[in-house]
């Protein structure tokens, strides 16, 4: 909690969520040995929103912020998320596990409720959360995703004036639906490799389920 205005009661204006899995196995859908070997750098999302705050107050940031960072490792043992299991969240909605290696969305999930119990007026997000998305755009680009066009434009801008590569991929209301689960209100994936088509989409499409105000100030980055 980051607050310079020295008001407790001061307005959260944004919050920052990132992915920390500080290990990934993949669990019991487990990686092969080489797309295990990077993966401590699944936490690279809470680690690129940290630094991202410690820059902005190095820069004089005067307004409140919320740091959250979603942290966890995926591995297997006797307690870990099985292929089928599901999980009841905090507002109700339920998710069935089709694929645990789709576990970043999962905490992120938990972060966007935070965000939106904190009142927050901008979330932004940042996750190294699909293969789909250095698919589409490699790795010299960074994925965007939003439901609000002005906001996803600001981003778009302000990447531009600092020489980030930033691109925007598709995201609309009805890929929250894109995931189905006869038993759950969605999958958190859908249950072949990869996700199948469109998957970063859809792992956008997920978290939207989540974020306050159907969308509106929030931003996505994979």
Not at 34 to 52: H, I, N, P, Y
Not at 143 to 149: G, H, M, Q
Request: glycine share 12%; net charge negative; proline share 3%.
């Amino acid at each position: 909690d980051y607050n310079p205005t020295g008001n407790e009661k001061a307005d959260v204006e944004f919050a920052l969520i990132g992915k920390g899995i500080t290990f990934d196995t993949g669990g019991y859908s487990i990686k092969s040995s080489e797309g295990m070997v990077s993966m401590k750098c699944d936490m690279g999302g809470a680690a690129t929103v940290a630094g991202a705050l410690m820059l902005a107050i190095r820069q004089g940031l005067n307004k409140r912020v919320k740091l959250i960072l979603c942290c966890a490792e995926n591995m297997i043992d006797g307690s870990a998320y099985k292929n089928g299991d599901i999980i009841t969240y905090k507002d109700g909605q339920t998710v069935e596990v089709v694929n645990t290696d789709a576990e970043g969305r999962l905490v992120l999930a938990d972060g966007l409720l935070r965000a939106g119990e904190l009142g927050a007026k901008r979330i932004i997000d940042a996750a190294t959360l699909t293969g789909a998305a250095q698919v589409a755009v490699g790795k010299e680009y960074n994925a965007l995703f939003s439901v609000d066009d002005n906001y996803a434009e600001e981003a778009l801008a302000t990447a531009k004036s600092e020489q980030e590569n930033l691109w925007r991929l598709p995201l609309t209301p009805w890929h929250q639906f894109q995931c189905p689960s006869p038993f759950a209100d969605t999958a958190n994936s859908r249950p072949q490799k990869g996700g199948g088509t469109g998957g970063a989409s859809n792992a956008a499409g997920f978290l939207l389920r989540f974020a306050p105000n159907q969308g509106a100030g929030w931003l996505h980055f994979d």
